[in-house]
């Protein structure tokens, strides 16, 4: 099954390359934001993968590579695509690997105008359950070894799908 997951993910980011864009080509900087609290995991096709710095959910974060992007909209159709697969893959994978009861995917952006997706694992009885995650309990930091955990499982689900940071 674990073989059939990575198939699947890997077919679904395959991406065909679309009509030309500047901002391909413009340099890709990660708002200071999402660098104070997320910590790098690795890449996608288009996003880069990180990890929030809050151990009370697995959450996950898909930022385009992409310079000067705030909104869904300002990606071509092909990008926006290609972060709806990528965003579709990785919560599916982590449904199963960490079992959550609930997927949250949202792009709000009200904090930190770049483009993000958040992805986040949400169980029943979490800190927040069933409120938002945002603001409702302090984040609590990862213990030593279980970002590596994480890094880990990640590497076994998705092999390919992604290079690791």
Known sequence: MLAQT?????????RTPGPFRWWRFSVFEMDSRLQQDSLI?????????????DANYPWFILVPKRAGVSELF??????????????????????????A????????GN??????????V??????????PVWGKVPPVEYGPGQVDAIRQRLRALLNDAYEEA
């Open 111 to 120: 904090v930190v105008g770049q483009l993000h997706m958040h992805v986040i």
């Open 74 to 99: 300002d990606l071509s159709q092909d990008d926006q695509a290609q972060l709806w697969k990528e965003t579709t893959c990785l919560a599916e994978a982590l449904k199963g690997e960490f079992a």
């Open 41 to 53: 995991l690795g890449d996608f096709p288009l996003c880069r993968l990180l990890l929030s710095k």
């Open 122 to 131: 949400r169980r029943h009885g979490d800190a927040a359950w069933p409120a």
């Open 6 to 14: 990575k198939q699947g993910i890997l077919a679904a980011l395959t």
């Open 101 to 108: 009861d609930k997927m949250n995917v949202a792009t709000l």
